[in-house]
């Protein structure tokens, strides 16, 4: 156990709608980032936010937005859905935000489009 | 999205077999790590090395950051059925935040 948790496990909805995926990190840490992994591009990097303010973004798409509360979970939001975005999304959390610090993963959600 | 070039894609080899897996990039990586990926599951770290020429054990596991920065690999030695899954190296920057730029995963088989 990672210590970091994700709701919900799994989430099936249809093209154009919106859903919000869940992040509580490991206690004590700080640093939040989101990862979508597909089979054909692999684990992407989308953003980090540490101590409530965005750190670094990555390819993420304009429809998908992200944020940490002052509790320290995190939430990532898609809209207008479409096939593409059935993916496996994770969130990482570590203790600081910069580049030496070991992520732990949590066991992500499936998001599946219909 | 920028990559690493993790290699081999895939191994199917016999139990108490020794294993070799690497990646190498066209950046300088700061920070290395290595994760395995259970099906179901996210990744879980290995191994984390954080200065060039640095070889950390964790347990049947020897992982090396490359004298060039740019590369890293990941031995398994006298390997057991558990140690099934998809291996991930991922490489990280000091000042880019602390995302990690994954290589493409090696899918270890193992017959008992």
């Known amino acids: 156990d990672s210590g970091v948790t994700q709701t919900p496990k799994h989430l099936i909805t249809a093209t154009g709608q919106r859903v919000t995926l869940r992040c509580s990190p490991r206690?004590?840490?700080?640093?939040v980032y989101w990862y979508q992994q597909s089979l054909d591009q692999g684990l992407q990097f989308l953003i980090q936010y540490y101590n409530g303010e965005e750190r670094a973004k990555g390819n993420i798409l304009e429809r998908f937005s992200a944020q940490q509360f002052p509790d320290l979970h995190s939430e990532l939001n898609l809209s207008s859905l479409e096939l593409g975005d059935s993916a496996l999304y994770f969130c990482?959390?570590?203790?600081?935000?910069?580049?030496?610090?070991?992520?732990?993963f949590g066991d992500g959600t499936r998001l599946s489009i219909l | 999205g920028q990559q690493l070039n993790q290699s081999p894609q895939s191994m199917f080899i016999q139990e108490g077999e020794d294993v070799s897996m690497n990646c190498t990039s066209s950046?300088?990586?700061?920070?290395w790590l290595w994760y395995k990926q259970d099906p179901g599951e996210g990744p879980v770290l290995l191994i984390a090395?954080?200065?060039?020429?640095e070889l950390t054990s964790n347990g049947r596991l020897t992982a090396q950051f490359g004298i060039t920065r740019k590369d890293s690999f990941l031995n398994i030695s006298a390997s057991i059925p558990s140690d099934v899954g998809i291996y991930f190296c991922?490489?990280?920057?000091?000042?880019?935040?602390?995302?990690?730029?994954f290589g493409q995963g090696t899918e270890l088989s193992v017959k008992p």
């Open positions: 990482a959390s570590s203790r600081m935000g910069g580049g030496n610090q070991p992520q732990h």
């Open positions: 206690s004590g840490d700080l640093s």
């Open positions: 950046s300088i990586f700061n920070t």
């Open positions: 090395l954080y200065k060039a020429g």
């Open positions: 991922a490489g990280q920057f000091y000042n880019q935040g602390g995302k990690l730029i």
